[in-house]
């Protein structure tokens, strides 16, 4: 699959010699987590991990070369069971997305390594990752930490409804791949479908709020789109990712040289 990540921030393309060298209680490792989902008819399967490459390779050029930070391979496949009933999308279970998360996190510990990033991209990911940081911290003593999506990143020109709605193939990842990898968008396939509006609140909504219902894709949208990808161009793309990795470099900086208080 494409990369963006810089050869001598990849992990894997190091030698076990190179490894060894690593100061391991500096070194900041970041594994991604993403999916192989449906994308509604314009966006490819690998749109989640896809875009995590992206913006992990442009935060790790802009990263202080004297800061050791390496990208792990990522875990392309994640809890996708919300697509479930679309073609192509590749569904693990909870229980084996933590498993595969705890056993390459006894690898890391074992190897000496110290602190941990877990950068994900896939919403169906999330509360797993969150309480997988905790268990990795629990059982090996890592340093753990979690990163999600574009932190802080400010998606100028996008819609309120865009912004809050649109989290699946809509306007963003859209012009993320229109910037960088054109040929796998089809415009031609543009579909809209919106879970809920932000002009017509309501006492549940789909996430994100003390009172959520729970969705599956088909119930409500069935291209498999989650927004309206149809103002999305590929500078915006540019610019939004420029900003994203921007702000995760800044945040990969923090973790790398993070001090827990009370001597934790």
């Known amino acids: 699959m494409k990369t963006w990540i810089p050869d001598e921030r990849n992990f894997a393309c190091l030698t076990w010699k190179q490894v060894d060298a690593l100061a391991r209680a500096e070194t900041l490792l970041v594994l991604p987590t993403a999916a192989i989902e449906q994308h509604g008819h314009h966006l490819p399967l690998a749109t989640d991990t896809l875009i995590n490459n992206l ?30 009933g679309f073609p192509g999308t590749l569904s693990v279970s909870a229980q084996t997305f933590m498993a595969v998360l705890r056993d390459l996190g006894a690898s890391i510990a074992a190897a000496g390594f110290q602190k941990l990033v877990l950068y994900n991209t896939h919403g169906g990911n ?63 396939g543009y579909t809209a479908n919106y879970i809920a509006r932000v002009d017509k609140p309501e006492l ?57 208080g009370h001597g934790a």
């Open 55 to 84: 913006l992990l390779g442009k935060a790790l050029a802009l990263a202080p070369s004297d800061l050791s930070i390496y990208a792990l391979p990522p875990v392309c496949y994640g809890k996708s069971n919300e697509h479930l």
């Open 126 to 188: 999330t509360s797993l990752v969150d309480v997988m940081a905790r268990d990795l911290r629990a059982e090996f003593g890592l340093r753990t930490f979690t990163l999600f999506g574009c932190p802080g990143a400010a998606f100028e020109g996008v819609s309120a409804q865009e912004r809050t709605y649109g989290f699946h193939a809509g306007e963003i990842e859209t012009a993320f791949l229109l910037h960088a990898t054109p040929t796998l968008v089809h415009p031609d």
């Open 204 to 260: 549940l909504k789909p996430e994100g709020s003390p009172a959520n219902f729970a969705w599956l894709t088909r119930d409500i949208a069935p291209s498999g789109v989650m927004g309206d990808p149809t103002a999305a161009t590929a500078e915006n793309g540019e610019r939004w990712s420029n900003d994203a990795a921007a702000r995760i470099a800044e945040i990969l900086a923090a973790m790398y040289h993070f001090k827990p």
